[in-house]
Each structure stands twice: as C-alpha cells, then as structure tokens.
C-alpha cells in the first residue's frame, strides 16, 4: 500500500515540527498544494525553506499565491490588463521568482504540467514504465474560475493560451503515463463539481458565479485513461458566512480532495492541531482520511 501525506493551502501555517513529524511518519510520498505565503514572496520562500526539511519524496504544485505579486492577483481579481503585467519584464520577473521558490525547496519538486514516476522502494525515477504511481501536475497558480489565471506567464513559459491547449497538455501527460496509477495534483479542482457554494468546488464568496472549478482539468479528466484521485486545495474549506465545504467526493470511481483546510493549524480546545490529508492506495482502491496532529 502507498501512503501519502497531502498538504492543502498553507498560509504561512507550517513549522519545523510538521516536518519532523512526516519525516518520522510512515508515509513514502508527501503531495503539497500551494498557496505557502499570506501575502509576499518573501513568505513563500521561507515557507518553501521549512519544507526544503522532509526527507520524503515530495512535490508542491504552486497556487495562485505563490511566485505572484499584489498588483498581479489584483489584476487578476479586477480583470484589470494593466494591473496583470503582460510585459516581458514582469513576466521575467514572475520565472525569476518562481526559480527562487525552487531553489528555497531544495530536494521538493516543483510540478506544472509535469509527470513524476515513484516506485516505493526506490523513490522518484526517471521512467513511467514499470513505477507504482504517477503523479500528473496539472496547470500551476490556477486562480479557480474561468480562464487562464497569469496568463502572460503561463504562456510565455508552458506555451498555453487557453483552455483547450491547457487541458491537451495534462489529458497528453495522463495518457503518457505507464506507470501502476495515476494520481492529478492541483492548485484548483476540476469544473463540474461546484454547482453549490458549499459543494468541493463551489463559489462560497460570489453564489452567483457558481462552479469555481478549472474547465482545463475537467476537459482533460474526459480521457480514457483515469487517475485514482485528482487533489487539489484553493477553495478554502471555511465558507464566507459560515458553515464548511465538502472536502472529500467519489465521483465514478476517482477521488477528489480539496485539502484547503484553512488555518491549517489552530487551537482546539486549547490544544494546538495540525491539518493534513492521508491517502492510502493500492490495488483494490483509495482511502482517504483527514488527520490532526
Ligand atoms: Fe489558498
Ligand atoms: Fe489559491
């Protein structure tokens, strides 16, 4: 059985200690969602040296909130062209801070449609075939919602326009995949599942705009070829006015998780908790449980 540790939105909210503890854990692989910082790179990078710490294979996909500026997410949010820097300098300056966030993660991958091979005794490799799992990074930063979130980046480094192109680029890596299983990692989950604000990726901040998930996933997740589960975080699961989101669907025979639990860690009867997501995979299946520590 392979067991993995998923990390969902950060926040700010990971210490030496979490660390330690997945090292001493019995999981072989540990998945990270992204959104490390509350507002400024200089937090992701910090956040990104804590997590330079495990001595598991692990591989973060970045959110929205990472390797981005202010004015970037606020172009994004407003609709702004101006404010979301599709000169060549800004977006020099987006690779420049996402090569920072790598180089800060030391021995943790950092995925975006790419595909990482893992065998249990041997960790990660080279080659699909033969290995037990494959984890396929779907589009990084995804903002949720319609559209291609930091588009001048993610075209002038993956070559993605739009939708169609974004979901042919993760449907190719699911369909090159020759390992055992396939698993989707995500910032954003798939369209298709949100219909109401307290559904796994529903608009709980805007009812009117409805399902939040990406049209590229879900175009992608039409291939022949199925993963096990697709994880993914950025809606978080504390709900504006109130109440909590379905973090955790089965949905013709693939798991999602939205492991957005968020603040990861809190205070719970004057004890300190910390949040994470264990994924238990084989042959016959996927088990999925929320953890506190
Ligand atoms: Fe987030
Ligand atoms: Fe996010």
């Known amino acids: 059985m392979l067991k993995i540790a998923v990390l969902g939105d950060i926040h700010t909210l990971l210490d030496a200690e979490d660390v330690q503890r997945l090292n001493e854990s019995d999981y072989h692989l540990v998945l990270i969602c992204g959104d490390l910082p509350g507002r400024s790179h200089k937090q992701t990078v910090s956040i990104a040296r804590i997590l330079s710490g495990l001595r598991r294979p692990s591989l973060l996909i970045p959110g929205n909130h990472d390797a981005t500026s202010v004015l970037q997410l606020l172009g994004e ?16 300056k987006m690779q420049r801070r996402v090569q920072e966030l790598q180089e800060a993660l030391g021995p943790v991958r950092l995925g975006g449609y790419s595909i990482h091979s893992f065998r249990k005794k041997k960790g990660w490799q080279e080659q699909s075939e033969g290995a037990d799992l494959d ?32 979901a042919a680029k993760i449907r190719a890596l699911l369909e090159a995949s020759r390992a055992k299983q396939r698993i989707i990692l995500a ?10 604000p307290a559904d796994i990726w529903g608009c709980d901040f805007d009812a009117s705009r409805g399902d939040f998930g990406d049209a590229d996933l879900s175009l992608a997740l039409e291939s022949s070829v199925r993963p096990s589960a697709v994880i993914a975080g950025h809606m978080h699961h504390a709900l504006k006015g109130g109440g909590q ?31 994470h997501v264990r994924i238990e995979l084989d042959s016959e299946g996927v088990a999925v449980h929320e953890i506190l520590w």
């Not at 949010?77 to 020099?92: E, P, Y």
């Not at 910032?187 to 109401?196: C, E, I, M, R, Y």
């Open 135 to 166: 984890i396929i990074c779907a589009r990084p930063h995804s903002m949720g919602g319609p559209g291609i979130g930091f588009k001048p980046y993610i075209e002038a480094t993956f070559g993605v326009s739009d939708d169609s192109v974004s």
């Open 187 to 196: 910032h954003n989950g798939p369209l298709g599942l949100g219909a109401k």
């Open 245 to 275: 989101r379905v973090w955790h669907v089965e949905r013709d025979g693939i798991h999602y998780v939205n492991a957005a639990r968020v603040p990861r860690i809190f205070d719970r009867n004057g004890k300190k908790q910390r949040h």
């Open 77 to 92: 949010i407003t609709g702004s062209q101006r404010l979301k820097r599709g000169d060549s300098g800004s977006i020099a």
